[in-house]
């Protein structure tokens, strides 16, 4: 027996209405949509109807709204499509031990094939690029928070090189989501020089335009890493 058709909230429509609008480009990225009152005499219906919807906008990374200014147009990018499943990411890796394996692996396969678009595609500038940030990365040893950050800004340079926006907000996204499950003071004595010179064999590799050697050398980093880090909990 078919289902009966439920009735959809206001919000929903006028919800569909803006979406409708700015896909067909009347409000494109960047400017604002009408005014709470202009949307209610537009569409016949109460504030909290328009304020519903667009906070759901807001939720969905469509919109931005500021205190006292009309809703925005959000400019959609690779990082901001990423940063709209964080929070669940997270709630997964949470719940469910074992995706964080099975993270793992997965950021094994993207790394190793991100290197290897390097070594084909790196321009001079791309290579010295890297080496800066790998200057920059040795001398944040002072500081472990530092010293992190650097190393995912190090891993997502590399992933920026092939040219697809996606890669590097997916490698950037994948290293912040496992990060909370570590403890930061577990690493090996001089576990950050041996870090510093892994980075360096994958520039070298990279430099050289051999993808393989970049490739191999990306997958024994990160499986090494792997196993360096202990997970919350695990004594």
Same mark, same amino acid.
């Given at each position: ?117 390097? *070594? +084909?595609?790196? %321009?001079?500038?791309?290579?010295? /690029?890297?080496?800066? #940030? !790998? @200057? =920059? $990365? ?52 001089? *576990? +950050?020089?041996? %870090?510093?010179?892994?980075?360096? /064999?994958?520039?070298? #590799? !990279? @430099? =050289? $335009? ?26």
């Amino acid at each position: 027996m078919p289902e009966p058709i439920q009735r959809r909230k206001l919000y929903q429509e006028v919800l569909e209405r803006l979406m409708a609008r700015i896909h067909q480009g009347e409000f494109p990225p960047g400017s604002q949509l009408p005014s709470e009152r202009d949307l209610m005499d537009q569409y016949g219906v109460g504030r909290p109807a328009v304020r519903e919807a667009l906070q759901a906008m807001e939720r969905s990374g469509f919109v931005e709204i500021a205190h006292g200014e009309r809703a925005r147009v959000v400019d959609p990018t690779a990082d901001r499509l990423i940063a709209q499943i964080a929070a669940g990411a997270q709630h997964l890796l949470r719940t469910k031990p074992d995706m964080l394996r099975h993270m793992k692996e997965a950021r094994v396969f993207l790394e190793t094939s991100t290197a290897r678009m390097a *070594a +084909e595609r790196a %321009t001079e500038e791309q290579v010295a /690029r890297l080496r800066e #940030a !790998i @200057a =920059a $990365h040795r001398a944040s040893m002072v500081n472990l928070e530092e010293f992190i950050e650097r190393d995912m800004a190090f891993h997502r340079e590399i992933a920026d090189v092939s040219g697809n926006p996606i890669f590097p907000s997916v490698v950037e996204s994948m290293f912040r989501w496992a990060s909370e499950f570590y403890t930061t003071l577990v690493r090996a004595p001089g *576990a +950050e020089e041996l %870090t510093l010179a892994e980075h360096q /064999r994958i520039v070298d #590799a !990279i @430099a =050289a $335009h051999d993808g393989d050697a970049a490739a191999e050398a990306m997958r024994a980093h990160l499986m090494r890493a792997n196993d360096l880090y202990r997970e919350l909990g695990q004594q």
